[in-house]
């Protein structure tokens, strides 16, 4: 896992600017000098300007937050470089990886190339990338990827576990229990299935298929959604913390004076995120606070560098997915309406199907969407998506 300071972007922009491709130094035992250069060579064959930047970025790196997409961002906002990015996607699985692609301008059919090279080289990092950039140069990833799918729904390999493409249903069922109170049958199965669960409700979203739904017992439902709250808090505790022991370390240079806006916003989301976790609070404020430490996260960075900061909407089907990338169209509370939403997301209701992994909480016995409950500032903005100034929303009597 790496963090990426001010320097190491400095080093990885300049590298991508001279020949495409740069690797982490705890990377290198994975990815050779030889393989560099041969990845550099695939590059400057592309069609189109294409960058290759490796790092398993860790979760509390104070530039990216852990997100992939983020330092894509990151590089082409100080290089304006526009293209093809090429990113080490995050690790649930230690002994496999999976990559990741972010275009600018925007393209959101890209996604199937590097799910296809994941399942092909699951354990190759090198001969995934140059598999990726081979079906980035062709038509053939799309055919691919649909195959895989028909292949996993047909032999019920998907477990998200081989292959890098999630079985259909699964996870969306996961989200659509009813009752509760059965008692836990088996302690290592719930595990089992929660640790499936979790997994599968990271990746990225597939059309459901019909009839092939497998359906979770609905204590398991309750028990993971238990599991997902602890989480969730667990991270916004973490989160607030590093974002004041960030804000206190932070040289703020008076030189940058353009800096002194998003300094003060960074403040004030640290201040009200503490203030709602040392409270009683609920778990739709835990995900607030966790935005709020988030974006906090955002402002400060904003803050050192110099810049000033506006937020920027989350996806609204889900305030932690990565930032919204486009806005679609939903039928929210029964009137179309246009949301923000993240890649996943977008490409989920571009298939007319749902995204499969929307917020949602438990009212009475039953899990419903956020948007649905009347949760107050959280709800009313979207978590921010539908208001961007989703703290002045909640400051406001
Ligand atoms: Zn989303």
Known sequence: MSRIDEPTLADLEAELGRDGVW????????????????????????????????????????????????????????????????????????????????AFPDEYDLYPAPAVAAAELPQDLPGQV?????????????????????????????????????????????????????????????????????????????????????????????TVREAEDRRHEALAEEAVLALGEAIDAADLDPRRAGGLAAWQAALDHYDVASRILHRRHSAADVVGALVLARRGREALTAAVRGRDWQPTPSCYFHPLHGGARSRVRWDHLDTWVDVPACRDCEVAVARDVEPRDVLDFVEGDRPAHYFRLDLGAWSRTGYGSLDTDLLGALLRP
């Open 130 to 222: 140059l598999r990726t950039l081979e079906l980035l140069r062709t038509e053939e990833a799309d055919t691919l990827y649909d195959e895989l799918r028909e292949q996993e729904a047909s032999d019920g390999s998907g477990d998200g576990t081989g292959t890098g493409v999630p079985a259909p249903g699964a996870a969306e069922d996961a989200g659509s229990g009813t009752d509760v109170g059965v008692v836990l049958a088996g302690v290592g199965l719930v595990l089992a299935l929660l640790a499936a669960v979790l997994l599968l409700r990271r990746r990225r979203p597939v059309p459901r298929a019909r009839g092939t739904a497998f359906v979770l017992p609905d204590t398991v439902v309750r």
């Open 23 to 102: 690797v982490a130094p705890a990377l290198r035992e994975v990815v050779t000098a030889r393989d560099e250069a041969r990845i550099e060579e695939a590059v400057a064959d592309q069609p189109t300007p294409t960058y290759v930047a490796l790092v398993e970025l860790s979760y509390d790196d104070p530039l990216t937050g852990g997100r992939p997409e983020e330092l894509a961002f990151l590089v082409r906002d100080d290089t304006g470089r526009e293209g093809t990015y090429l990113l080490l996607g995050p690790r649930y699985d230690q002994s496999t990886y999976e990559l990741q692609v972010q």
